[in-house]
């Protein structure tokens, strides 16, 4: 392992933890503002939901490309690109009301989440080997702590500023933090040798793409669709033949000889089912809120209430990270895991006794955003005990894939519930409290689905866990 820069271990975490949270708020501030966008851009509904379809299908192509890219060119160098993505997605955002500017500038954004797993390989190469698993667990919850605060700070934007605001604010943040990264976060010297993998990449970047657009456009396209039967026809094609390349290729884009280690795909398969349950919490709680009294069980709550109510989920985020890494190092991030994926469970749990009044609600909400925290802190460290060290960018990047892929499906999932069971009230056609209820235990079933995938993979006693961290 190359030796520990002049650089403060804890200065490089806290900017690289900046950098992590920011990318993540640029995921989910435009979620508020859905409803208001076909208004302000002079456009049909379906067609402002590329805002959001756009970040998912970007973030997913460019995270383990740009993961891979880290650690043959250089982490750091790789990371400011993202950042410098970022800032010009989010000016064109600010000086624009064009929809195809937006979904352009909101694509940028959606690609910048490749730096949480830039950010993670980067501590494992610049700090103490007894720092490695509390930095990269606060590293890696900074996709939640960032996702579970874009949505309120997005509310309270759009409820008493102009909405440009919040792009022209993003922007200003991102030219500060990429300033301070070129600045303080060092460059590693660790690299995988060979040359990039352009026709792997090509390849991925068309399975993800084909997959993702079925699963996130295809309740609005129809099921049955022409496109929507093209592209689950395009995917079941090429991800196979992809796979059989990768096998076949001496410097794969992903070693999929790796990703099928058990206690990487079961990691992996973890995380796709925990960032299930991490957005179904988001997406119903914004809504549930807001549903008017007349259907007998909404609280009629404003737009800006209703981000609130994920706001202590965000802080028990901040709070639970650096406690899940003290347990990850003495029990084992297994044990750790697997504590989380029950609290995940327990939380939907609550849920279903507790959406009938605000407090409850968000103790609900909380409890579920706790198990995540725990969750999402801890995958790393899995990920990193089973890969080699020089492969740590591009393995992260995957698990993080995962997880984008988990939310988009999730994002479906509960958008096609919350359609179709529905009732009129006064007038007015909601979802039914039942639906809302359906969504939970679909949530709690994919978390009790990461518990025993999590219960899969091969156990191994703490101290391999802090060696494994370590070593390069």
């Given at each position: 392992?190359?030796?520990?820069?002049?650089?403060?271990?804890?200065?490089?975490?806290g900017m690289l933890s900046c950098c992590g949270v920011l990318v993540a708020?640029?995921?989910?501030?435009?979620?508020?503002?859905?409803?208001?966008?076909?208004?302000?851009?002079?456009?049909?509904?379906?067609?402002?939901?590329?805002?959001?379809?756009?970040?998912?299908?970007?973030?997913?192509?460019?995270?383990?490309?740009?993961?891979?890219?880290?650690?043959?060119?250089?982490?750091?160098?790789?990371?400011?690109?993202?950042?410098?993505?970022?800032?010009?997605?989010?000016?064109?955002?600010?000086?624009?009301?064009?929809?195809?500017?937006?979904?352009?500038?909101?694509?940028?954004?959606?690609?910048?989440?490749?730096?949480?797993?830039?950010?993670?390989?980067?501590?494992?190469?610049?700090?103490?080997?007894?720092?490695?698993?509390?930095?990269?667990?606060?590293?890696?919850?900074?996709?939640?702590?960032?996702?579970?605060?874009?949505?309120?700070?997005?509310?309270?934007?759009?409820?008493?500023?102009?909405?440009?605001?919040?792009?022209?604010?993003?922007?200003?943040?991102?030219?500060?933090?990429?300033?301070?990264?070129?600045?303080?976060?060092?460059?590693?010297?660790?690299?995988?040798?060979?040359?990039?993998?352009?026709?792997?990449?090509?390849?991925?970047?068309?399975?993800?793409?084909?997959?993702?657009?079925?699963?996130?456009?295809?309740?609005?396209?129809?099921?049955?669709?022409?496109?929507?039967?093209?592209?689950?026809?395009?995917?079941?094609?090429?991800?196979?033949?992809?796979?059989?390349?990768?096998?076949?290729?001496?410097?794969?884009?992903?070693?999929?000889?790796?990703?099928?280690?058990?206690?990487?795909?079961?990691?992996?398969?973890?995380?796709?089912?925990?960032?299930?349950?991490?957005?179904?919490?988001?997406?119903?709680?914004?809504?549930?809120?807001?549903?008017?009294?007349?259907?007998?069980?909404?609280?009629?709550?404003?737009?800006?209430?209703?981000?609130?109510?994920?706001?202590?989920?965000?802080?028990?985020?901040?709070?639970?990270?650096?406690?899940?890494?003290?347990?990850?190092?003495?029990?084992?991030?297994?044990?750790?895991?697997?504590?989380?994926?029950?609290?995940?469970?327990?939380?939907?749990?609550?849920?279903?006794?507790?959406?009938?009044?605000?407090?409850?609600?968000?103790?609900?909400?909380?409890?579920?955003?706790?198990?995540?925290?725990?969750?999402?802190?801890?995958?790393?460290?899995?990920?990193?005990?089973?890969?080699?060290?020089?492969?740590?960018?591009?393995?992260?990047?995957?698990?993080?894939?995962?997880?984008?892929?988990?939310?988009?499906?999730?994002?479906?999932?509960?958008?096609?519930?919350?359609?179709?069971?529905?009732?009129?009230?006064?007038?007015?056609?909601?979802?039914?409290?039942?639906?809302?209820?359906?969504?939970?235990?679909?949530?709690?079933?994919?978390?009790?689905?990461?518990?025993?995938?999590?219960?899969?993979?091969?156990?191994?006693?703490?101290?391999?866990?802090?060696?494994?961290?370590?070593?390069?």
């Open positions: 392992m190359p030796a520990v820069p002049e650089r403060h271990p804890r200065l490089i975490l708020i640029m995921q989910t501030i435009i979620v508020p503002l859905l409803p208001s966008l076909p208004r302000l851009t002079h456009s049909g509904a379906d067609d402002v939901s590329w805002t959001v379809t756009i970040t998912l299908l970007t973030g997913a192509v460019f995270t383990p490309l740009l993961g891979r890219a880290g650690d043959m060119y250089g982490k750091r160098r790789v990371l400011l690109t993202a950042l410098v993505g970022m800032v010009i997605g989010s000016l064109m955002c600010a000086t624009s009301s064009d929809l195809l500017t937006l979904i352009i500038g909101r694509g940028l954004q959606g690609a910048a989440v490749a730096v949480v797993p830039l950010g993670i390989s980067i501590l494992r190469d610049v700090v103490p080997p007894e720092r490695v698993i509390p930095s990269i667990a606060i590293m890696s919850a900074t996709l939640g702590v960032g996702a579970a605060f874009g949505i309120p700070i997005a509310t309270a934007v759009i409820e008493y500023t102009e909405w440009h605001t919040m792009f022209w604010v993003s922007a200003a943040l991102g030219v500060i933090v990429v300033i301070a990264v070129a600045l303080i976060v060092p460059e590693s010297t660790l690299r995988t040798r060979g040359r990039f993998d352009v026709p792997g990449a090509l390849g991925l970047s068309a399975f993800l793409a084909c997959l993702l657009l079925v699963v996130s456009k295809g309740s609005s396209w129809g099921w049955d669709s022409p496109a929507t039967l093209w592209l689950a026809a395009a995917a079941v094609i090429v991800g196979p033949l992809w796979a059989f390349y990768q096998l076949r290729v001496s410097a794969p884009l992903v070693d999929v000889a790796v990703s099928i280690r058990p206690a990487v795909l079961f990691t992996n398969l973890s995380a796709l089912l925990i960032g299930f349950a991490f957005y179904a919490n988001s997406l119903a709680t914004a809504q549930l809120v807001q549903e008017p009294a007349s259907t007998g069980y909404g609280l009629g709550a404003s737009i800006f209430v209703s981000g609130l109510c994920l706001l202590p989920g965000g802080v028990a985020m901040v709070i639970l990270s650096p406690v899940s890494a003290r347990l990850s190092a003495a029990r084992g991030p297994r044990f750790t895991l697997t504590l989380a994926t029950v609290i995940l469970a327990v939380g939907y749990a609550v849920r279903l006794f507790t959406s009938d009044s605000l407090a409850g609600i968000i103790v609900g909400a909380t409890v579920v955003a706790s198990g995540t925290a725990v969750a999402y802190s801890t995958l790393p460290a899995l990920i990193m005990q089973a890969v080699p060290v020089t492969e740590t960018a591009a393995a992260n990047g995957l698990n993080t894939l995962m997880r984008t892929i988990g939310q988009a499906v999730c994002s479906a999932i509960v958008a096609t519930v919350l359609a179709h069971l529905v009732a009129v009230h006064a007038g007015h056609s909601a979802p039914t409290l039942g639906a809302y209820y359906l969504v939970f235990v679909i949530a709690g079933a994919a978390a009790l689905g990461a518990l025993v995938l999590t219960l899969l993979i091969p156990a191994k006693r703490p101290a391999r866990v802090l060696a494994g961290a370590g070593a390069s």
